[in-house]
């Protein structure tokens, strides 16, 4: 066997080429046979760690291949470079994909919703000083006055202010409802119902109130496409919860991973849809420039061609590719 | 390495596996904060910087269309979601703050995160900072074997640390015949003794001059059974001999 010193002696050069060439493959400056010579020194320098591992292990010599191979490894098996065309190819095919493979989490989500939300509805009707837990102060005040509170609002601050407001709380509660799926579905869930609870009340409150059709007018342009971002991304959320609870065959983290990264194309395709309908919300919901009839139209039919965007696109490619897959299925 | 610290075991295609260093909570939490410098002290000079350009940046504000207005608060916002997750992919796993404590962010079988996988780890931020200041991150941290906070649970991913380490000690060359030569019949010592040797010698400079002496007075009496009494106490006298000694004794015989 050979000795330590002889043996870093001997493989030291090779290793420090493969280091230079590292860095001059990060700087984005490789030629061919340059590229030859860092495969072949790669492999030659695994060979030198598994023999390092065998005789001398726990030796800074040893870490130091370490250190060495796991560097190249990360450059030499790089995910492929995202680029537009990627991009493209996501809301083509990805996204819809996704969200098409997952119908049944997006419709849990919706149920858990529509459930929030006629519970908030059914308790202010029922029982209206339910209203008082469930309706912030100020909105009911303007409520009972017989204004919209969104009136109110734009008299004090401009327009576009509440509209950015708006956006970032919506991209909050969004966030939040996917990434808070890692407990268990819990904080889904949790997101899912409040929202729909108090959307629930507010919606009854200006029913009894005869404050219905300004509500209407008021949230009929951006409330569909918005609330299908959070339906989807809450969808999103349960794909995780569910994967917290009941990995099936693989190992948790194992599944977590796939289902995690399977989750989060609904979130990132979601986004520019949310970012859009704040602007919405911001121009065309509030005041009266618009007739409240519309508004509700154009709302109805973004949110109709979001969903039918979702439903149908890249389809056609799905059905053939999986045709010619299920044999291996 | 020691023994404690968690690993992550990488089994790659040139089939040997590779130990991976977990960076511990300490390393990532520094991270954490000069990132989260970086970004306020960038904030702070875009104020700045367009105050002096614009004599009244908030009235400037003001004026901007409704759109801009808009789109400039949510590029604000967007900034603060974004610089993670473009730092992670553009920089090899690598924020700034995480390339200045030489910790990088790989997927669990060892490769760079892709978009999915880093933007799942940093959405997740919103709940590992629950209730406050990522109090449930630094739980999980605490609770999963390899330091993984609740983002990295779900992203497959997990924080490495990139140590560098110096191969010189094994060059330097024994020192000049004087010392004394190591007889035939000594022991071969095993690769983790000519390493604690070599590592020593490598560090003397550091220690200081009792833990020197005492250090290599131990180490002498450990490789140097063969030594007589006389010999021992010999290499003793000069400090330059004894390390000399040592030196020798970790170089391979033929």
């Not at chain 1, 969808?235 to 948790?252: E, F, H, K, T």
């Not at chain 1, 309908?277 to 007739?291: A, H, K, Q």
């Not at chain 2, 997740?124 to 330091?147: H, K």
């Amino acid at each position: 066997m050979e000795s330590l010193g002889a043996f870093v002696a001997r493989r030291k050069g090779d290793w420090e080429k493969l280091q230079q060439l590292l860095a001059q493959q990060r700087s984005g400056a490789l030629e061919l046979g340059q590229l030859k010579r860092l495969d072949s020194l790669y492999r030659r320098a695994t060979g030198d760690l598994a023999y390092a591992q065998s005789f001398f292990p726990g030796t800074d010599a040893h870490r130091f291949l370490n250190q060495l191979c796991g560097s190249a490894y990360g450059s030499i098996y790089q995910p492929p470079r995202q680029h537009w065309a990627a991009v493209r190819q996501f809301y083509e095919s990805g996204f819809p994909g996704v969200f098409r493979a997952e119908k049944r989490f997006v419709a849990s989500s919706a149920m858990i919703f529509l459930l929030g939300l006629a519970l908030g509805a059914s308790v202010v009707l029922v029982q209206p000083g339910g209203a008082e837990l469930l309706v912030p102060a100020r909105m009911r005040q303007s409520i009972a006055e017989r204004r919209m509170w969104t009136d109110d609002i734009l008299s004090i601050a401009p327009a576009n202010l509440v509209a950015s407001a708006i956006a970032t709380n919506n991209l909050t509660v969004t966030i939040f409802a996917f990434a808070s799926g890692i407990l268990a579905g819990a904080g889904t869930i949790f997101t899912l119902v409040n929202n729909g609870i108090q959307i629930g009340a507010i919606i009854a409150l200006c029913a009894r109130e005869h404050m219905a059709m300004p509500l209407l007018s008021f949230i009929g342009g951006h409330g569909p496409m918005e609330l299908s971002v959070i339906v989807i991304a809450g969808g999103a959320g349960l794909m995780v919860g569910q994967a917290v609870i009941d990995p099936g065959d693989l190992p948790r983290r194992q599944y977590l991973k796939r289902r995690g990264t399977q989750a989060v194309k609904l979130v990132l395709g979601c986004a520019p849809f949310l970012a859009f309908t704040g602007v919405i919300e911001g121009f065309i919901s509030p005041g009266n420039l618009f007739p409240g009839p519309v508004k509700i139209a154009l709302g109805l039919l973004l949110a109709g061609a979001f969903w039918t965007y979702l439903s149908l696109t890249g389809r056609a490619d799905e059905v053939e590719s999986s045709a010619s897959k299920s044999g291996r299925r | 390495m020691s023994a404690w610290s968690p690993r992550l075991d990488v089994a790659i295609p040139e089939r040997v596996s590779l130990v991976l260093p977990v960076a511990g909570i300490g390393f990532r939490s520094i991270a954490y904060l000069v990132d989260a410098l970086l970004l306020f002290l960038f904030w702070v000079s875009a104020y700045f910087l367009f105050s002096l350009v614009l004599s009244d940046f908030v009235g400037a504000f003001l004026g901007l269309s409704g759109v801009g207005k808009t789109l400039a608060i949510i590029g604000a916002f967007a900034t603060q979601w974004l610089y993670w997750t473009l730092c992670e992919v553009i920089g090899r796993g690598q924020t700034p703050g995480k390339r200045l404590l030489s910790i990088r962010v790989v997927s669990d079988d060892g490769s760079p995160v892709g978009v999915l996988q880093s933007s799942v780890r940093n959405l997740c931020r919103i709940v590992d900072f629950l209730p406050f200041f990522y109090a449930a991150g630094l739980l999980a941290m605490l609770l999963s074997r390899e330091n993984r906070r609740l983002g990295d649970l779900l992203a497959g991913t997990l924080l490495i640390r990139e140590e560098r380490i110096e191969l010189d000690k094994y060059e330097r060359a024994p020192a000049d015949g004087t010392s004394t030569p190591i007889p035939a019949a000594a022991e071969q010592l095993s690769p983790a003794d000519v390493e604690l040797i070599l590592t020593f010698l490598s560090r003397v400079q550091e220690l200081t001059v009792e833990s020197r002496d005492r250090l290599t007075a131990a180490l002498v009496k450990r490789y140097g059974r063969f030594l007589s009494d006389h010999e021992y106490r010999a290499l003793l006298a000069s400090r330059q001999s004894a390390e000399a000694f040592l030196r020798a004794r970790a170089q391979p015989r033929a």
